[in-house]
């Protein structure tokens, strides 16, 4: 258990804008920051993040809270996992508390898996560090290509000792299980039930998380035979999904955000010599086909993709329609080709980082005008050829989701393919035409607009009595948290708090909302132990229903700009302007609404009485209650209008 006083220091250091940036890429607008959605594949941002409040609201799918609840959502931590990464951020040592035995809970499956995986990581390291087999084969061949001691450390590179059980029965005798080892693909096991190492005699490669922990591994042999595969990789698991890494990028993101552009190669070799040029904003999807998951994750800091080819011709020709898939996430490609026989790797090495920076900034070019070259050369004066890359050329046109940049390219092309711009149109229109007809026959389901009067609100729907009842519940709840530490100075009431006013006024209201229940619940209970709970108090608290209810009552996805009066003249309600109609109406307008509720369930009892007396009886709490609405009525009336 982490002590109150380190999750107190975590807090007070934590600051929100950074934490989510490192996962998001954010704009500063106004108070706030906004952003793509990290949880949602969107082209409108709809991620809010508030610095003053310290929470962030994910529109399009209704996740909010702090830091911490990013963390948890976004890299499913455990709520301890998640202050020890932002410890570790902020380099604040972590005290812990013995839990008892008894309360000890069974360790996190996917943390186990980290855990093990991470130790593998600095066995490796050691081995190549520390014994005479690492440093002869291991550490000469890094050196031998160049890499410094810095980018080696840096990348946490690593060798496995060419012997069938050298990591997995250390690992075995440091008591990690060893069905860890097999699942995480550490380790093989043989037909009689034993294991082996995976790696054996390789340079090893760590694959690092968002969040800088090793989830899997890319081995290199150093052998000459043919039979042997070059590299081998970790299989995929519980934490590591291949489709959804890039090779670097944990090292990279900063750089990315910051140039506004990420650099994309092949393989592990390539992130690492251009990353000690100097150009960090540099990743890799390490040998596999691109995916569009890694392109949503590049996406997220960059709308500008620069590739950097080698000089194989016939592996760019085969790479060029999966690129495709980039211009149809939005994003802005440009290529560049190396010299033949050269890749990223070879030629900083043969050219220093000074000429290979110069030599990609001369030699970018646009995608489409890229791959229109290419696939005109081939073609040559072939006219059933030249007809097909044009088609080719107008179906990657299609993919870009701006009509703008698409008028743009066409105009272009039509220069480079020297045929008219109408008729690539032509073709253009023809094929929107036929992805409509499509997306007709098989519409993509649209994310449904939640009105602006309740943009929050995550129940299903109900009865119109207990929709109001649930917004009145509510609107208590954003009272509470907003105003609850503010001092009252009304005329007949001073120097009091308004949230153990409110408190106090609704003790004979029974709130049916669960998650509001519970918070008010939080909230008399802090007031009787004489705390105040303010936004902070329920922000970081343990359960997770009161964080996404205080985050929504926190949350706004718009805001007013500062001369909206000045450009419309349209007044907006000042809740503050008058605190006393704020607060008094809405416990009453809550009160009379559970009177409501009395009253409809009194007619249905007396529709369904059984004898004259139970009759009467019920008649007379109906009076009673129509009295109590008309006293709340009046009352209402008086407070608001006065």
């Given at each position: 258990?982490?002590?109150?006083?380190?999750?107190?220091?975590?807090?007070?250091?934590t600051?929100?804008?950074?934490v989510?940036?490192d996962?998001?890429?954010?704009?500063?607008?106004g108070?706030n920051?906004?952003?793509l959605?990290?949880?949602?594949?969107?082209?409108?941002?709809?991620?809010?993040?508030?610095?003053?409040?310290?929470?962030?609201k994910d529109?399009?799918?209704?996740?909010?809270?702090?830091?911490?609840?990013?963390?948890?959502e976004?890299?499913k931590y455990?709520?301890?996992?998640?202050?020890?990464?932002?410890?570790k951020?902020?380099n604040i040592?972590?005290?812990?508390?013995?839990?008892?035995?008894?309360?000890?809970?069974?360790?996190?499956?996917r943390?186990?898996?980290?855990l093990?995986?991470?130790?593998?990581?600095k066995?490796?390291?050691?081995?190549?560090?520390?014994?005479?087999?690492?440093?002869?084969?291991?550490?000469?061949y890094?050196?031998?290509?160049?890499?410094?001691?810095e980018?080696?450390k840096?990348f946490?590179l690593?060798?496995s000792?060419?012997?069938w059980?050298?990591f997995?029965?250390?690992?075995?005798?440091?008591?990690?299980?060893?069905?860890?080892?097999?699942?995480?693909?550490?380790?093989?096991?043989?037909?009689?039930?034993?294991?082996?190492d995976?790696?054996?005699?390789?340079v090893?490669?760590?694959?690092?998380g968002?969040?800088?922990?090793?989830?899997?591994?890319?081995?290199r042999?150093?052998?000459?035979?043919?039979?042997?595969?070059?590299y081998?990789?970790?299989?995929?698991?519980?934490?590591y999904?291949?489709?959804?890494?890039?090779?670097?990028?944990?090292?990279?993101?900063?750089?990315?955000?910051?140039?506004?552009?990420?650099?994309?190669?092949?393989?592990?070799?390539?992130?690492?010599?251009?990353?000690q040029?100097?150009?960090e904003n540099?990743?890799?999807?390490?040998?596999?086909?691109?995916?569009?998951?890694?392109?949503?994750?590049?996406?997220?800091?960059?709308?500008?993709?620069?590739?950097?080819?080698?000089?194989?011709?016939?592996?760019?020709?085969?790479?060029?329609?999966?690129?495709?898939?980039?211009?149809?996430?939005?994003?802005?490609?440009?290529?560049?080709?190396?010299?033949?026989?050269?890749?990223?790797?070879?030629?900083?090495?043969?050219?220093?980082?000074?000429?290979?920076?110069?030599?990609?900034?001369q030699?970018?070019?646009?995608?489409?005008?890229?791959?229109?070259?290419?696939?005109l050369?081939?073609?040559?004066?072939?006219?059933?050829?030249r007809?097909?890359?044009?088609?080719?050329?107008v179906?990657s046109?299609?993919?870009?989701?701006?009509?703008?940049?698409?008028?743009?390219?066409?105009?272009?092309?039509?220069?480079?393919?020297?045929?008219d711009?109408?008729?690539?149109?032509?073709?253009?229109?023809?094929?929107?035409?036929?992805?409509?007809?499509?997306d007709?026959?098989q519409?993509?389901?649209?994310?449904?607009?939640?009105?602006?009067?309740?943009?929050?609100?995550?129940?299903?729907?109900?009865s119109n009595?207990?929709?109001?009842?649930?917004?009145?519940?509510?609107?208590?709840?954003r009272?509470?948290?907003?105003?609850?530490?503010?001092i009252?100075?009304?005329?007949?009431?001073?120097?009091?708090?308004?949230?153990?006013?409110?408190?106090?006024?609704?003790?004979?209201?029974?709130?049916?909302?669960?998650a509001?229940?519970?918070?008010?619940?939080?909230?008399?209970?802090?007031v009787?132990?004489?705390?105040?709970?303010?936004?902070?108090?329920?922000?970081?608290?343990?359960d997770?229903?009161?964080?996404?209810?205080?985050?929504?009552?926190?949350?706004t996805k718009?805001?007013?700009s500062?001369?909206?009066?000045?450009?419309?003249?349209?007044?907006?309600?000042?809740?503050?302007?008058?605190?006393?109609?704020?607060?008094?109406?809405a416990?009453?307008?809550?009160?009379?609404?559970?009177?409501?509720?009395?009253?409809?369930?009194?007619?249905?009892?007396?529709?369904?009485?059984?004898?004259?007396?139970?009759?009467d009886?019920?008649?007379?709490q109906?009076?009673?209650?129509?009295?109590?609405?008309?006293?709340?009525?009046d009352?209402?009336?008086?407070?608001i209008?006065r």
């Amino acid at each position: 258990m982490i002590t109150k006083s380190t999750i107190d220091r975590i807090m007070e250091a934590t600051d929100i804008v950074e934490v989510i940036g490192d996962f998001v890429q954010l704009k500063k607008r106004g108070a706030n920051y906004i952003g793509l959605s990290p949880f949602a594949n969107e082209k409108t941002p709809s991620f809010t993040v508030s610095p003053a409040k310290g929470i962030f609201k994910d529109f399009s799918t209704g996740k909010g809270g702090s830091a911490v609840t990013f963390l948890m959502e976004h890299e499913k931590y455990s709520y301890p996992e998640a202050l020890k990464w932002l410890a570790k951020k902020y380099n604040i040592e972590v005290e812990e508390l013995r839990d008892k035995p008894e309360n000890a809970e069974a360790e996190n499956h996917r943390e186990s898996m980290l855990l093990v995986t991470n130790y593998a990581a600095k066995f490796f390291q050691e081995t190549m560090w520390d014994t005479a087999e690492g440093k002869n084969i291991g550490l000469s061949y890094f050196k031998e290509r160049g890499f410094t001691t810095e980018i080696i450390k840096k990348f946490e590179l690593g060798y496995s000792p060419d012997h069938w059980e050298a990591f997995t029965g250390t690992a075995i005798n440091k008591k990690y299980k060893p069905e860890l080892l097999e699942e995480t693909g550490l380790s093989i096991k043989r037909d009689n039930g034993t294991l082996y190492d995976r790696w054996r005699g390789r340079v090893m490669f760590p694959i690092h998380g968002f969040t800088g922990r090793v989830i899997a591994f890319g081995g290199r042999t150093l052998k000459t035979d043919k039979n042997v595969p070059k590299y081998v990789n970790s299989p995929e698991s519980e934490i590591y999904h291949k489709s959804n890494v890039l090779y670097g990028l944990f090292f990279a993101k900063k750089a990315i955000r910051d140039e506004d552009n990420c650099y994309l190669v092949e393989g592990y070799a390539d992130v690492l010599s251009v990353h000690q040029a100097g150009i960090e904003n540099v990743v890799a999807s390490s040998g596999t086909s691109l995916t569009v998951e890694q392109i949503r994750l590049i996406g997220r800091f960059t709308k500008n993709i620069t590739i950097l080819y080698d000089g194989d011709a016939a592996g760019i020709k085969a790479s060029l329609r999966g690129l495709d898939l980039i211009l149809e996430e939005g994003l802005n490609v440009k290529v560049v080709l190396f010299p033949d026989g050269h890749d990223p790797d070879s030629y900083v090495r043969q050219v220093g980082s000074s000429a290979f920076k110069t030599y990609i900034d001369q030699n970018r070019k646009d995608f489409i005008l890229y791959k229109t070259s290419i696939l005109l050369k081939e073609a040559g004066n072939d006219p059933i050829q030249r007809a097909n890359v044009i088609r080719e050329i107008v179906e990657s046109i299609a993919r870009i989701p701006d009509s703008i940049k698409q008028s743009v390219f066409v105009r272009e092309c039509s220069q480079q393919l020297q045929i008219d711009e109408r008729i690539l149109l032509s073709e253009l229109n023809k094929m929107r035409l036929a992805k409509s007809k499509k997306d007709g026959k098989q519409p993509e389901p649209m994310p449904v607009e939640e009105p602006p009067a309740d943009l929050w609100a995550d129940e299903p729907v109900k009865s119109n009595a207990s929709e109001k009842s649930t917004n009145q519940e509510r609107e208590i709840v954003r009272l509470l948290l907003i105003y609850g530490n503010q001092i009252i100075n009304w005329d007949n009431i001073a120097n009091t708090y308004i949230g153990p006013f409110m408190i106090a006024e609704l003790s004979d209201v029974e709130f049916e909302q669960p998650a509001c229940k519970a918070f008010v619940d939080i909230y008399k209970k802090e007031v009787e132990n004489g705390v105040l709970p303010g936004e902070q108090f329920f922000i970081h608290y343990p359960d997770k229903q009161i964080v996404d209810l205080a985050v929504d009552m926190l949350a706004t996805k718009y805001v007013l700009s500062e001369n909206w009066y000045n450009m419309h003249r349209i007044m907006v309600h000042d809740e503050q302007g008058n605190m006393k109609a704020t607060i008094l109406g809405a416990i009453f307008h809550l009160k009379k609404q559970k009177v409501s509720q009395i009253l409809e369930k009194l007619q249905a009892d007396l529709q369904n009485a059984q004898n004259a007396t139970d009759q009467d009886m019920i008649m007379m709490q109906y009076q009673q209650m129509k009295k109590i609405e008309k006293h709340i009525s009046d009352y209402l009336g008086s407070v608001i209008l006065r």
